[in-house]
């Protein structure tokens, strides 16, 4: 008799360069499940069939990631709160014919900068840069944890100043461009949430920001060093940090959902990345 594994996937356009499947199969391995984690390059026009293939082909979840991770949420029968503040889901669990979705990117980066690289942010100043889709998927865990205040600064103030209206009920957050950052406000924590790395840009960052007491984390990560990463330490940074602890963190949350046991983050963080 063949018993056929349990099918998971990352679906995205392109997505060969997602480490998804490593992490996935290394925690698959230390907690002795058999299940299967596929690449799957899917262009937008062929979002839905191809998740409503892959449930009728024994899908039992899946990370969705760019640029899908909106327009999925059209697809859903039930969205987390977390998701829906985000407005964006990067995990569906699939069960008895419904659509879960979710969104483990905020919590993954919180228990990176608190669990992992034991920051307090109660009460910090954290500057973000960047405004688009990554930036709202992580303003609400931030605000959880009470900081003294969170600027958003970005190249277009518009869309700095929308999303910072969005989650203003929430907590103490304002918006500015990036050359308005103030020397004086005193950054414990400054995160780039821009797209300018992919393509190997630095953009005009606010140097005002970086002081001697500034932890500077990138949501990118890479091999060697990102570019923001560098232009932080060149600036004074305290420390500066890629995002592959929120990778494996989130990834670790999307692999409770699915299997409901919550893997060593710790021993599959070391072996898949480097540090800056
Ligand atoms: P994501 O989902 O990765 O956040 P996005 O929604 O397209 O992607 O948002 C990209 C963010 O990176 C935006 O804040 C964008 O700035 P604008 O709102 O001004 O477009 C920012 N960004 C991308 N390339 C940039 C560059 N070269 N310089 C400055 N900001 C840049």
New binding site residues.
């Given amino acids: 008799m063949i018993t056929q594994v349990d099918r998971y996937g990352v679906m995205g356009y392109p997505v060969s360069h997602s480490r998804s499947p490593v992490i996935h199969r290394l925690f698959a391995l230390q907690t002795g499940h058999a299940l299967q984690y596929e690449l799957l390059q899917v262009p937008p026009d062929k979002l839905e069939d191809s998740i409503q293939q892959f449930i009728r082909t024994g899908g039992r979840g899946l990370n969705i990631t ?1 640029p899908h ?1 909106t327009e999925v949420t059209r697809f859903v029968n039930q969205l987390s709160e977390r998701a829906s503040n985000a407005g964006a889901v990067n995990t569906l669990a699939f069960e008895d014919g419904e659509v879960f979705g979710d969104n483990t990117d905020g919590v993954g980066l919180l228990r990176d900068l608190i669990g992992n690289l034991e920051l307090d942010l109660n009460g910090a100043n954290i500057l973000i ?9 992580i303003l609400a865990p931030l605000l959880e944890v009470q900081p003294a205040s969170i600027t958003i600064a ?3 103030l518009t ?2 100043r929308a999303l910072a209206e969005q989650f203003s009920g929430v907590g103490p957050i304002n918006a500015c461009r ?1 050359r308005e950052v103030s020397r004086r406000a005193h950054y414990n924590l400054i995160i780039n ?4 790395g992919l ?1 190997g ?1 630095i ?2 960052y606010p140097e005002a920001a970086v002081s001697a007491d500034s932890f500077c984390y990138d ?1 990118s990560y890479g091999l060697t060093p990102t570019p923001f990463s560098r232009w932080a330490l060149e600036h004074g940074a305290r420390q500066s940090v890629m995002g592959w602890g929120m990778l494996v963190e989130q990834a670790a949350e999307s692999f409770h959902i699915w299997r409901g046991v919550h893997p060593d983050t710790a021993a599959v963080l070391s072996q898949i990345s480097i540090t800056a």
């Fill in positions: 760019v991770k840069l960047g405004a688009g889709g990554a930036t709202r998927g970005n190249r277009t869309k700095a990036f949430a821009t797209s300018a393509t840009e953009p005009p949501l």
